[in-house]
């Protein structure tokens, strides 16, 4: 599988953007499909998760009820709608899947596959 992160750019806080993973195959009953980001001198951490069967999402509780994880099989595609934009979502975002969750979710060394990753600012 290959992964094509896009969508990022610049948005004031408070503002809202969707960004797309386009998969080179059908993620749904395959792959778990997670959203990582990373800002500046950090490291690289969960934003969400849809799991690979039954459509279920995980958030990590700093992005729980502004961000929304969705999948559109028909395009092989994954999104992540964000709302209520703050400046500490500034990051770069990835998309990454895994066949296999084995231990947590938010572990990145389970996903195997990433996309190039795609940027966000949030300007205050």
């Known amino acids: 599988v290959q992964l094509q992160a896009f969508g990022g750019g610049l948005v004031q806080a408070g503002g809202s953007l969707r960004l797309s993973c386009a998969a080179s195959?059908?993620?749904?009953?395959?792959?778990?499909v997670a959203w990582f980001r990373q800002a500046p001198g950090k490291e690289r951490e969960f934003a969400a998760a849809?799991?690979?069967?039954?459509?279920?999402?995980y958030y990590a509780d700093s992005v729980k009820g502004r961000f929304t994880i969705s999948r559109d099989n028909a395009k092989n595609m994954v999104y992540l709608e964000m709302n209520g934009l703050k400046p500490e979502d500034t990051a770069v975002y990835y998309c990454?899947?895994?066949?296999?969750?084995?231990?947590?979710?938010?572990?990145?060394?389970?996903?195997?596959?990433w996309g190039q990753g795609t940027e966000l600012t949030v300007s205050s």
């Open positions: 195959v059908r993620t749904s009953n395959t792959y778990t």
């Open positions: 990454a899947v895994t066949k296999t969750v084995l231990s947590s979710i938010r572990d990145y060394a389970q996903y195997n596959t």
């Open positions: 849809i799991f690979r069967s039954g459509g279920r999402t």
